[in-house]
């Protein structure tokens, strides 16, 4: 006969990493580049970016129009050299002889109505996806009406449209291409109140990565940004996590990463060096390298903003220039400007160091976490009546198994919680 004595254990809430979310304590490290004929930013590739900074990125980003849209040699895309005739994505963008992730970005730019994009169009979209993947042999996430609650895009702040448009593109999609993470991702919420995110959550079954889009252009009391000046030590937090007068009332790494339990991307990211206004030069202020380090130290080459936001899975720095905000030029990149150029690799190589960043590999070889760390974890004490021991390889099998389930809720079809039991007295 066996005895079992009610000792105290640990319980140890066991979650599923999210869909191709890399193990815990890593960050895919990203860029979106201007592979297009923009005559001020154009003509880059990944090999080009890859080689200014002396590693693989983890993933590149890219844009396709829903429905498809065909190329335009001129403006205002200039989008000839990086989509086909019919606008689907020019595979051959994919330069870089890596394995390096495909973040797709589509704009629905005719409207989210059925009328606008049809069934038929989203399954075609699946279908094409599922080819890059399996030709690739990279992973593939996709980043569906992006900065929906703004007012720039035409499908934006249509929330009730917007629910139901991104429901039906995920039940069509989905099953298609089970292996694509959607990844939903608002502008973040301004200071001012204004681009608020819940009146667009389309629900946690619909959604695989949450993210936003961060940038430093200058405080928000100084628009419009003409002065190139330094971002707060803090700057990113208070984006990400309303923690401070830059932030909004609402944090959007608690109540969508934490709360969710989803992994965070930074869709784009970067901070802008105002170069010029209606064409007239401005003032270089504290200038390109300090302007554009002083965002990049608030973020993801702090240790301490890293530690403290572990849902945050993967950043891409957005490298172009652009004119907008009254008509002002500008420059995003953070790895042309040589001075810019050496600081910034500097943060890039201490995060190589520390182990954080999953670097892409040479072609062949899978991006995505190994199968020996695909579990998130949180523990706390209780009392329980101990009636079995749980085998650890069946935990662990059970645990990869369930790798490319959401990691919006605990591994509960089979196992909901691993317990370490402490087994004290067995006797015949």
């Known amino acids: 006969m066996h005895l079992l004595t009610f000792l105290p254990f640990i319980i140890t809430t066991v979650y599923a990493l999210g869909k191709l979310e890399p193990a815990d304590g890593k960050l895919l490290f990203g860029a979106w580049i201007d592979t297009s004929s923009e005559p001020q930013s154009g003509g880059d590739s990944p090999f080009a970016f890859n080689s200014r900074i002396g590693f693989r990125a983890s993933a590149f980003q890219y844009y ?52 606008a994009v049809s069934d038929d169009q989203i399954v075609a979209l699946a279908n094409q996806v599922n080819g890059i993947t399996k030709s690739t042999g990279r992973n593939l996430f996709l980043r569906l009406a992006p ?5 720039w895009f035409i499908y934006g702040e249509q929330p ?34 204004r681009f608020p995110y819940d009146p667009y959550w389309p629900g946690t079954e619909y959604v695989d990565w949450v993210g936003i889009s961060i940038y430093w252009k200058g405080l928000a009391k100084s628009h419009p940004w003409l002065e190139n000046t330094l971002a707060p030590s803090d700057y990113a937090a208070q984006l990400l996590d309303a923690a401070g007068p830059e932030g909004s009332v ?42 554009v380090m002083s965002f990049w130290n608030s973020f993801i080459f702090n240790p301490a903003f890293r530690s403290k936001y572990p849902l945050l899975k993967m950043v891409f720095c957005f490298e172009m220039v652009k004119t907008e905000d009254e008509e002002t030029t500008n420059d995003y990149r953070a790895t042309v400007d040589p001075g810019t150029l050496v600081e910034f690799k500097k943060g890039i190589a201490a995060m190589d160091r520390a182990g954080v960043v999953v670097w892409a ?40 198994s369930t790798q490319q389930r959401s990691g919006g809720a605990a591994i509960g079809s089979v196992w909901s919680l691993v317990l370490v039991v402490v087994v004290g007295f067995m006797a015949l």
């Open 64 to 115: 396709q129009h829903l429905p498809l849209k065909p190329p335009a040699a001129g403006a205002p895309d200039y989008d000839l050299p990086n989509h086909n005739l019919d606008g689907t994505l020019k595979l051959s963008v994919l330069n870089d002889s890596t394995n390096a992730a495909i973040f797709l970005t589509i704009y629905p730019m005719q409207g989210i109505t059925e009328a």
């Open 250 to 291: 609402q944090s959007f790494y608690q109540d969508y990463g934490v709360r969710y339990n989803k992994p965070v991307v930074i869709s784009e990211s970067a901070a802008a060096f105002h170069m010029a206004s209606k064409g007239r030069p401005l003032d270089a202020g504290v200038g390109q390298t300090a302007t």
């Open 147 to 151: 900065e929906m609650n703004g007012d």
């Open 160 to 193: 009730t449209a917007f629910i139901t448009f991104w429901r039906r593109f995920h039940n069509l999609f989905t099953p298609i291409a089970p292996q694509v993470a959607l990844v939903w991702s608002p502008n973040f919420r301004a200071a001012t109140e």
């Open 361 to 400: 590999r040479e072609s062949g070889v899978s991006v995505s976490s190994s199968a020996t760390a695909v579990v998130r974890t949180a523990t706390a004490t209780s009392l329980v009546v101990a009636t079995e021991v749980v085998a650890a390889t069946k935990v662990a099998s059970e645990a990869v």
